[in-house]
Nanobody, 125 residues
């Protein structure tokens, strides 16, 4: 049974930082592609970034490049999303997802077969 548990969300002022964690069980994060998505109220779930299983290559939504970073600690079976220079428009529920191994990062939710419960990130102005 695969479980993904996100943590690290919260309330932060604009310009601040948060580091989200996605702890996996039942699946080794280094053997599958992992992704981060977010969903704001009234909006569709959107791609944030992802990391490939084999070489740990990362890919980000264009508008988030330079502010968001994904890394993976295999020994902890955990993937992280470091978010810097946060803006009010980053407010959303952030989800971790796991999908089949691939050489490229999949940017659509359909490319992932397991999801976490989400963690709320609220950025105040």
């Amino acid at each position: 049974q695969v479980q993904l548990v996100e943590s690290g969300g919260g309330l932060v002022q604009a310009g601040g930082s948060l580091r989200l964690s996605c702890a996996a069980s039942g699946r080794t994060v280094s053997s599958y592609n992992m992704g981060w998505f977010r969903q704001a109220p009234g909006k569709e779930r959107e791609f944030v970034g992802g990391i490939t299983w084999s070489d740990g290559r990362t890919y980000y939504e264009d508008s988030l490049k330079g502010r968001f970073t994904i890394d993976r600690v295999n020994a902890k079976n955990t993937v992280y999303l470091q978010m810097n220079s946060l803006k009010p428009e980053d407010t959303a529920v952030y989800y971790c997802a796991s999908g089949p191994p691939d050489t490229i990062v999949i940017v659509t939710p359909r490319g992932y077969d397991h999801w976490g419960q989400g963690t709320q990130v609220t950025v105040s102005s």
